[in-house]
């Protein structure tokens, strides 16, 4: 008998016990900085997060009207032609319920806008650590801070 086929069988019927894994989260990065886009998806993605990232609320707006969902929007306050507050009162017509995260430098302008958050809204100020982002988004997820997928692996083979 194949040891291979052995062994698949066998991870098989273990995968079937314990069940299948939730799909990974999808999170939607708007930022008119190519930098901070780049920097905020580099980081989630290799926490485990399936990333999208648009340059404006418009094209991020065309995203979720195409179909995307999203478990959570991390959106710029400070963008040209619509900032972040205005998208995501567009946004929310369509997605009352989407958690957001608003990444900026320029939170006057936010409180500005905005007399005060929603409660699946929160923000972070720029610039940010690599930890601090990660909480924030555990954070905006979850409600608490949660080991990623990939510190849980590393934590695990140690």
């Known amino acids: 008998m194949n040891v291979h086929a052995v062994s698949f069988r066998k991870l098989r019927e273990y ?13 939607l990065v708007v930022d008119d900085e190519e930098v901070v886009c780049n920097f905020v998806a580099r980081v989630l993605r290799a926490e485990g997060y ?3 990232t648009a340059c404006s609320g418009t094209e991020a707006l065309e ?3 195409g179909g ?5 929007v991390i959106s710029d306050v400070r963008m ?3 900032s972040g507050p205005r998208f995501v009162e567009h946004l929310r017509r ?7 995260l608003y990444l900026t430098g320029y939170d006057e302008q ?8 929603w409660t699946d809204e929160s923000f972070l100020e720029k610039p940010c ?3 601090g982002l990660r909480e924030a988004v555990s954070l905006a997820l979850d409600g608490r801070l949660t080991q990623s997928p990939t510190s849980a692996t590393q934590t695990a083979g140690r």
Not at 15 to 25: F, S
Not at 68 to 72: P, S
Not at 94 to 100: G, H, L, Q
């Open 110 to 117: 936010l409180f500005t806008e905005r007399e005060m958050l």
């Open 80 to 82: 040209p032609a619509m």
């Open 68 to 72: 995307a969902t999203f478990d959570l």
């Open 15 to 27: 995968a079937a016990l314990v069940g299948t894994p939730p799909p990974p989260r999808r999170i």
């Open 129 to 131: 650590s690599i930890t």
């Open 63 to 65: 995203a979720v009207a």
């Open 50 to 52: 399936v990333v999208e």
């Open 94 to 100: 369509s997605e009352p319920d989407i958690k957001v």
